[in-house]
């Protein structure tokens, strides 16, 4: 390309870029309160893709990201009014259906379980049944029915395999520690822990079973007595977060850049930064349907006995009672090129941003 060519496409450039921001400011944006799984870490990804990039603004939209840090059931943040939208795991969709709290889960985030157990990458144990008469560590209390299910998924419990469970935190180091030392020669948690672990210097692997890992871990869930008032609202969001989880598969480090610039402390290692990225986009927010988000109300059956069997919920419930598709064909009302377009920009003006 000559001198005169790159110009062109400089301003070209500058142009779109300029379009983009006018647009955003021309338009008077709509705020959608949300209530994320963690709003700390790059992990969940497409929430920062999507406000860096612009996909949200594009919508109308300005997201408004609620604390995670509080021990309120999120459900109760879509009761009281305060969130529009929330991130809930598969228990806490159950366990609201259950107690007749009238929800509805709209889109599937996460289409894979973010929740494991993992051993060190050199251990000598290879799956679960080699799990006996030792201690699982654990990142928090609600890692126990993570344990649980897996075991579960191979007909036995802690009980019978002479197993004992510890909270030791969602510290890296401090888990990274535990393992290293013996304290623990295994660890309940999330693909966070997880990543908070190999970051200070420790590999791990899972030995949880593929079957059990087939789980809408995080899906999204709104309050179904004003789901038709704020539908426009709910379409924007969710398209949105469609384009930045796509844009994700299209460029890892383009996401990567952009989440650096809201938590440049999972970054202060490129290396450590970008696989908590990777996990995210080619794990659990991979889309494993036809459509991002799209439902599954077989797997919300299949996934429901262990909860049963633990007391998670007293009985099974029909999936068609908190599953709502009507948004999905909204969510997915764009196109790569539409995704590109945004990605292409920010990269062009940010060079400097850019991880290597």
């Known amino acids: 390309m000559n001198i005169g060519s790159r110009l062109a496409a400089g301003a070209a450039s500058a142009a779109l870029v300029f379009g983009l921001a006018t647009l955003g400011q021309a338009q008077e944006l709509k705020t959608v309160n949300f209530m994320s799984s963690n709003d700390s870490t790059c992990s969940v990804y497409p929430q920062f893709v999507g406000q860096v990039l ?4 594009d919508e109308g939209i300005q997201l408004n990201m609620l604390s995670t840090s509080t021990t309120v059931p999120y459900v109760a943040f879509l009761q009281n009014g305060d969130a529009d939208i929330a991130m809930l795991d ?3 969709v159950l366990q609201a259906a259950e107690s007749n709290l009238p929800i509805k889960v709209v889109y599937e985030a996460y289409q894979h379980a973010p929740d494991g157990i993992y051993v060190l990458v050199d251990s000598p144990i ?10 699982i560590g654990m ?29 030791v935190g969602d510290s890296g180091p401090v888990m ?20 908070g672990i190999e970051a ?38 969710l398209r949105g977060w469609a384009k930045a989880q796509h844009s994700g598969v299209l460029d890892d480090k383009i996401a990567g850049s952009t989440c650096k610039t809201k938590i440049p402390e999972q970054f202060e290692n490129d290396e450590h930064g970008m696989n908590i990225i990777r996990n995210g986009v080619y794990v659990n927010q991979l889309r494993r349907t036809k459509d991002f988000g799209e439902l599954q109300p077989d797997v919300w059956k299949a996934i429901q006995r262990p909860y049963v069997k633990q007391g998670e919920i007293k009985a099974e419930i029909d999936p068609s009672v908190f599953l709502d598709s009507s948004f999905i064909a909204a969510a997915n009302d764009f196109t790569t090129d539409d995704v590109k377009k945004n990605m292409n920009a920010w990269a062009e003006a940010h060079p400097d941003l850019l991880i290597p």
Not at 54 to 57: M, Q, T
Not at 179 to 192: E, P
């Open 176 to 195: 990274a520690n535990a393992l290293q030392s013996g304290q623990i020669v295994a660890f309940a948690g999330s693909s966070t822990d997880k990543a």
């Open 90 to 92: 598969s228990a806490q």
């Open 139 to 167: 990142a928090s209390d609600r890692d126990q029915i993570t344990t649980v299910i897996a075991l579960d998924s191979i007909g036995s419990t802690l009980e019978e395999r002479g197993l004992t469970t510890v909270v």
């Open 200 to 237: 200070a210097g420790v590999m791990t692997r899972s030995i949880t079973p593929a079957a059990v890992l087939r789980n809408p871990g995080n899906s999204f869930a709104v309050w179904g007595p004003t789901m038709e008032e704020k539908r426009p609202l709910i379409e924007g969001f």
């Open 54 to 57: 612009g996909f949200f603004e």
């Open 126 to 135: 290879k799956s679960l049944s080699d799990l006996k008469d030792m201690v």
